[in-house]
């Protein structure tokens, strides 16, 4: 038994090797750190930097000054109750699928918010496991951010907890445990939460959520349990074959011949990630991770990765029809869903949609320094297992990197590992300044931003909000598996707060040796 544990361990350790995988374990900082890199704990600081480079600093976070500004809550307020709880739903015939779930239903119910009301959110714990929620996109406060041991204890099973916040950016957001992701978001807790700005609600027909899921199911109908092992842990994820959007494998929306439709698309997958391609229908992309874009994006040029979310905008044409919605990531197309033109034509709009986002071209960035690095690399430890480290450490062994609430810092982020990693901090939005040594000007902001295998990305950001927030990937196996640290935000002038002590209150997952041979499948994985 111990024989072959260690065998099928060293198959997997094996395989890395082939993906090109750096997993000699530990640190490697040697080899890659850059004089004026500061990392770490090491106080960012802008001695070596001339007056003109201060200035172009300067003038950079200037430029989104009026932007990510706190909420101002108008005295209204949206209650919601959520109950998490097991429960079933129906997605293969005459097998009802047990799934945990808000209220019953996977998704969990959507929540709107018109721009400036208030949340207040209670979350009762009906299930046998301790859990939390998190608000992906949203800047919420600290506290009201969902991470056990960061932001606050898990709720234990039969106790109950409020979130309460003004969420200050219009969008499309969702929330989802953030306790056990590997587990609890596979089981199905999520939901769509959608920020509205009174000021859109006549731009478009039809403005619908979906969200989408993969799911592996076995016999009759059941989630496969096993949720987290090493293999899943050092690949991407679990990758289920069956789609959803809405919970609903066949999942169509009508639309009126000439609608202007909204379509906001949210990936809850753990791992899996999709390149949405609508089928005779015109649409690109309005807005990413919520963010209204400030130009037109191409479909082709994005990629809905983990947690994401992509807004997308087409005119349903005049004749009717059937289109379908695919995912084209990976092999043959895979429906995720249906768009229907029927019925009476919408009085059509004759001009295009406007692109009213506001985005900064911060290509003076690169006349800066880089103010410190996010190394991401894979490590074995002393049980033998691999897992993920960021700067040579896995959480919630971390040693935070800081950031100054109001100054332009760049970060370069190095994917030293053969897989690729939707990489997501929490609190905050950013955007990409260069992909593999060369520039790039994307017209949107981010969250969370798809690595490619070996990629070094490097990425502007203004922080807005202090606090100490996660930043992880976002696939859940990864992040159960190490790949995560803490970004503390402080305001300028002020001394680096105390870091909380992640361990107390950290949940993890056992990892453990996935059941049967699996060395087999490792070539075929991408
Ligand atoms: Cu949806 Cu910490 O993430
Ligand atoms: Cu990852």
Redesign the pocket.
Known sequence: MIARLVRSRLAIVASLAVLGTSCTGGNSDADSTDPDVVGGLSPIGAENETAAQAEIRASLAGMVESLYLPGTPNGQVVEVDLIAAETTIDLVPDAPTKVWAYNGSVPGPQIDVPLGDTVRLTLQNDLASPTSI?W?GIRVPEDMDGVPGLSQAAVAPGESFTYSFTPPDRGTYWY?S?TLGSEQLDRGLYGAIVVADPAEADLFDVDVVWTIDDWLLGDEGQIVEGFFDNHVAMHHGRRGELLTANGDPENTLRVPPGARVRLRLINASNGRWYDPDFEGLAASVIAVDGQLTSAPVALEDVTLAP?SRLDVVFDAPLTPGVHRVVDAAAGPPVTIATVVVEGDAASARGVPFEHAGVVPNWADAELLATDLELRFELGIDDDLFSRFRVNGRSYPDVEPVQLVQGRFTKIRMVNRTGLLHPI?L?GQFFKVLSRGGVPVDEPFFRETVLMESEEVIEIGIVPSDTGQW?L?C?IQEHADAGMATVAIVRPAGAPLPALRDLRAEHITAPLTEPEGDTSGEMQQLP
């Open positions: 998190h992906h989802h953030h947690g997501h929490h996660l992880h976002h």
